[in-house]
């Protein structure tokens, strides 16, 4: 089967396009020329760019192996072939007298959109775990024991293991046994920069340090399970990105009969910060001279020691920290969803108040601490503040503030893709870049205007977006349904690159039973972009433009149920999220339930919309959130496009202008539901922010994940990640 590298789907080998979404299953564009290219071709032919698809290969004989030349297949299906490397296609990097020999090298993937072994075995894993597999005793099978049983290498199962505990592992594509020889193959990090060079050069501020030392503190506790700390000690395996994403290139087993301790770890972390400048910041040296010495016994002295490093050093540098918001009641309901009989709330040009901020006041430390991390915060280059994010509103936007916003940790993580013309970008600039490029926008401001409170202007680097719906687990029927059309124009000079786009973006989430939900929900997505065609001219179409299409949605629904003599809870309806992006600027609009996220590195998680239901009117009237949701009717729909006319519908709609690199989720409920998002973006969303990791394929993986944790609902969702850096001025279109 051909999966589509669009929408994910499956299609027989002999299709050239896509039968769901129309995409060319045989071509993709170079990211240089544009011109059409094979998807296993190595180079493009008309301007020579790299386009082919390159896994890093690992390899593990027992007894001695006939050496494979260049040019060679890995594979007998010959998908997999070997490339071109220092000393020849594989190298050694085991010790040659060991009886397990360990070679590596890097594979060029010729049928890129073929399921992987590995997947396919990993789909049987499933059918095994939903047939209850026990043992002779009575006892559940592991899944450890089921892989193995289902033919999947042991060099594998570290992997596996923590696929889904931390992204600075990278993925696994796939793997296979082949006779006394076992083969995996991982998304290529070679091209990242080592840690060690990056910190040398002086390029992270000092929290940050101090975060990449707090990932790599809860990556040996995750490792010890898998026996593999070994892979935090090998300088060359500590890399970072251009985004400054920390990672792995691989895992390492540690060796038979050694005991590792954090003081191994200490001497490591000694050895890679002595020659920067950071050794000059006394309190970081003396916590890894404590570490070495044996002084701090466990991950989590450790942990807390790093952690009053980090917000001291936050403190002094005068970075502000806005503390999350009080989150709502877990949700738990059977992904039902009804429209309220009665009209909307009426409550619009009330003084509504915000679900309270809860806060707790670090203790602060001693002063001369907060001294010394005021001396070494001028060692790194100190970034320009992107200022405030948020637009004013008035009124009733005043008051609805996005229910949950939770603030980013400097950790950060990272999902992996092949070596595709998307990882190698021109447009992916690194945050140095834009904080120099920012420094030399400071002669714009004016006079007596503070660096920490300017906005610099921004222009867009790049504009990628996915979209994907699941019928998930429970219902027999999809009544979700979406709608994605961008167009991005692309510009190159010596400046690099910069673009001009604009997307329109829809998920809506219908109800009213079997042919009816989904039927609303495709009338609301489709009226939308007709109304868009004609009415999105020049620039980002009004609040007054927004809310007529909106309007003009629900009447089209409304029409057909009044046609139909439809009523009470058979009338069809469509809950609605919305947004219209054009460069640096974002309008969202949405009714009923359904969310919009933002996601971005300093600002975190936020929630941008309130759900239109009866508990959030409560909340918004000032009852407590837990009574609020307290209400048998608390999930009830206040708002939903189609069961009344149009003056029972008030869409909220806002405004953004974009400051930092930032990715959109827009979803229904069936993967916002029961936190899921608020639980596990760090894991699934913020490692997308880069432009390294593939859209689509981390949508895929979030809601395959939701499907295992809710499913009880249709799960639909669109990804937009938008990549800005300052306005360098010049050039026309």
């Known amino acids: 089967m051909l999966v589509c590298p669009q929408c994910q789907f499956e299609n027989p080998n002999n299709n050239k396009f896509c039968q769901r979404c129309g995409t060319s299953l045989t071509h993709k564009s170079c990211h240089e020329c544009g011109t059409g290219v094979s998807f296993s071709a190595q180079t493009c032919h008309k301007c020579g760019a790299f386009t082919g698809t390159v896994w890093l290969v690992i390899i593990v004989e027992r007894g001695e192996q006939k050496q494979q030349n260049l040019g060679e297949y890995l594979d007998l299906g010959r998908r997999y072939r070997l490339m071109s490397g220092e000393g020849g296609a594989l190298s050694q990097v085991s010790n040659s007298k060991s009886l397990h020999k360990r070679f590596q090298g890097k594979v060029l993937d010729c049928q890129p959109l073929q399921k992987s072994v590995l997947g396919i075995l990993l789909e049987q894993q499933a059918e095994f775990l939903e047939n209850s597999q026990e043992n002779s005793t ?8 089921l892989w193995q049983r289902i033919g999947i290498p042991e060099l594998a199962l570290p992997y596996l293991t923590l696929k889904d505990s931390i992204a600075a592992v990278p993925t696994i594509h796939d793997a296979w ?10 998304s290529d990090r070679s091209d990242w920069q080592l840690l060690s060079e990056q910190w040398r050069e002086g390029r992270l501020p000092l929290e940050e340090t101090i975060s990449r030392l707090t990932e790599m503190a809860t990556l040996w506790e995750l490792l010890s399970q898998v026996n593999c700390q070994q892979s935090l000690l090998v300088e060359s395996n500590l890399r970072s990105a251009k985004e400054q994403t920390f990672g792995l290139e691989q895992l390492y087993q540690t060796p038979q009969n050694t005991q ?5 770890l200490g001497g490591v972390w000694q050895k890679l910060l002595q020659q920067s400048e950071l050794t000059k910041f006394e309190p970081l040296t003396q916590l890894l001279n404590e570490l070495a010495s044996g002084a701090i016994a466990t ?4 942990q807390l020691k790093l952690q009053a490093l980090h917000r001291h050093a936050t403190e002094a540098r005068g970075r502000r920290r806005t503390p999350p918001r009080q989150p709502l009641p877990v949700k738990r309901r059977n992904g039902d969803k009804v429209s309220a009989s009665g009209d909307r709330s009426q409550n619009n040009d009330a003084d509504l108040s915000v679900i309270p901020s809860s806060s707790q006041t670090a203790p602060s430390g001693d002063r001369e601490l907060e001294e010394a991390v005021e001396r070494s915060s001028t ?3 100190r970034g320009s503040s992107s200022g405030d994010r948020e637009p004013t509103f008035s009124g009733t936007q005043a008051a609805v503030q996005a229910q949950t916003t939770v603030k980013s940790p400097l950790q950060s993580a990272s999902l992996d893709e092949p070596t595709t013309d998307e990882l190698v970008l021109a447009s992916d600039e690194d945050e140095d870049s834009f904080d120099s490029a920012s420094m030399r926008s400071v002669g714009q401001m004016t006079e007596g205007e503070d660096l920490s409170t300017a906005v610099l202007p921004m222009e867009l680097q790049s504009l990628a977006d996915a979209g994907y719906t699941d019928r998930g687990r429970q219902r027999h029927h999809n009544e979700d349904f979406f709608g994605l059309k961008s167009q991005v124009k692309k510009q190159l000079s010596s400046r690099g690159k910069k673009c001009q786009a604009r997307g329109l973006y829809i998920v809506c989430d219908g109800m009213g039973g079997h042919a009816a939900g989904e039927v609303a929900s495709a009338m609301a997505v489709e009226t939308l972009q007709r109304y868009f065609i ?13 809310e007529k299409g909106v309007l003009l949605a629900n009447q089209a629904i409304f029409n057909v149920n009044q046609k139909n003599a439809r009523s009470g809870n058979g009338r069809m309806g469509t809950t609605l999220v919305m947004a219209l ?10 009714v009923g339930d359904s969310r919009i996220y933002r996601v971005s590195r300093k600002g975190g998680l936020e929630q941008l919309t309130v759900d239109h239901e009866v508990g959030q009117r409560a909340i918004q009237g000032g009852v407590d959130p837990n009574i609020a949701y307290a209400r048998p009717d608390a999930y009830q729909l206040t708002q939903a496009l189609g069961p009344h006319g149009s003056k029972f519908i008030q869409p909220d709609i806002r405004y953004l202008d974009l400051q930092e690199d930032t990715l959109l989720l827009l979803c229904s409920d069936g993967l916002s539901d029961n936190h899921l998002i608020e639980t596990h973006w760090q894991t699934y969303l913020i490692p997308l922010i880069s432009a390294n990791n593939n859209l689509e394929k981390g949508l895929r993986k979030l809601i395959d994940f939701a499907n295992q944790h809710n499913g009880h609902d249709n799960i639909t969702a669109i990804l937009v990640r938008m990549k800005v850096r300052p306005y360098l001025g010049g050039g026309t279109w």
């Open 581 to 590: 992006v054009q460069d640096t600027k974002v309008a969202i609009a949405h």
């Open 534 to 546: 004609a009415n999105w001219q020049d620039d980002l179409p009004d609040r007054e433009t927004i």
């Open 379 to 381: 060692m790194a280059p």
């Open 138 to 145: 009575g006892e559940r099978v592991s899944e450890a024991a």
């Open 299 to 302: 991950i989590e002295q450790l």
């Open 177 to 186: 046994h082949e006779e006394k020889k076992e083969v995996i193959l991982l």
């Open 260 to 264: 590792l301790t954090l003081q191994d």
